[in-house]
Nanobody
Framework: QVQFMESGGGLVKPGGSMSLTCNTN????????MSWYRQGPGRERELVAT???????KYADSVKGRFTISRDNARKSLHLQMDNLRPEDTAVYYC???????????GGPGTQVTVYS
């Protein structure tokens, strides 16, 4: 069964750092572009970062220079290092195959990141 299991969220002050991990099951992880998404309070879900199987990376403008996405194909895991966090980064963070409606059906519960003063 396909599974996406996000972890690593919590509370952090502005300017702080946090590292998220997404462990996956049931897919050939290495062949897919993988993405982190987030949904903040009262907001639509947005794409945060994407990494291709070859390691090509794209970031949303709002996180460029602060967030770093990486992948471990051997462990079938996706990571997001978040530095210099801002209150507007507060959201539930999700991982999934990039823009794939079939895998979207198996979305995990996400992990809550709260940046507070």
């Amino acid at each position: 069964q396909v599974q996406f299991m996000e972890s690593g969220g919590g509370l952090v002050k502005p300017g702080g750092s946090m590292s998220l991990t997404c462990n996956t099951n049931g897919l050939v992880f290495s062949i897919y572009s993988m993405s982190w998404y987030r949904q903040g309070p009262g907001r639509e879900r947005e794409l945060v970062a994407t990494i291709s199987p070859e390691g090509d990376i794209k970031y949303a403008d709002s996180v460029k220079g602060r967030f770093t996405i990486s992948r471990d194909n051997a462990r079938k895991s996706l990571h997001l290092q978040m530095d210099n966090l801002r209150p507007e980064d507060t959201a539930v963070y999700y991982c999934n195959v990039h823009e794939n409606t079939w895998f979207a059906k198996f979305g995990g519960p996400g992990t809550q990141v709260t940046v507070y003063s």
